[in-house]
Nanobody, 124 residues
Framework: QVQLVESGGGSVQTGGSLRLSCNSS????????MGWFRQAPGKEREGVAA???????HYADSVKGRFAISQDKAKGTLYLEMNNLKVEDTAMYYC??????????????????RGQGTQVTVSS
């Protein structure tokens, strides 16, 4: 049973923008904290951004000022607005969720629930 489904990935040039979406069928308890992490080939998972239910957010230093995480609470949809994309942002991006009260971007890769991922490719 797929509980987190990402969409919105694609190929863009350096400086371009994309918006990722994550639709969730999880009970709200299990998505107290939601976020995005990414993984490039041959590299470890990297937490990108986290969103706590109270609206607080946390970002990895590598994306601060360029990415914005938000949530449509009515729909239970999580978004990641990505601007000024760089080649090094190329990766598979995953949505994740957890009931944890600790909600930092570094925590996201270890969350209990994650989707199948959506590919983001940035070319120069």
């Amino acid at each position: 049973q797929v509980q987190l489904v990402e969409s919105g990935g694609g190929s863009v040039q350096t400086g371009g923008s994309l918006r990722l979406s994550c639709n969730s069928s999880l009970n709200t308890f299990f998505r107290r904290c939601m976020g995005w992490f990414r993984q490039a080939p041959g590299k470890e998972r990297e937490g990108v951004a986290a969103y706590l239910r109270d609206g607080s957010t946390h970002y990895a230093d590598s994306v601060k000022g360029r990415f914005a995480i938000s949530q449509d609470k009515a729909k239970g949809t999580l978004y990641l607005e990505m601007n000024n994309l760089k080649v090094e942002d190329t990766a598979m991006y995953y949505c994740a969720a957890d009931s944890s009260r600790r909600c930092l971007s570094d925590d996201v890769p270890a969350f209990d629930y994650r989707g199948q991922g959506t590919q983001v490719t940035v070319s120069s």
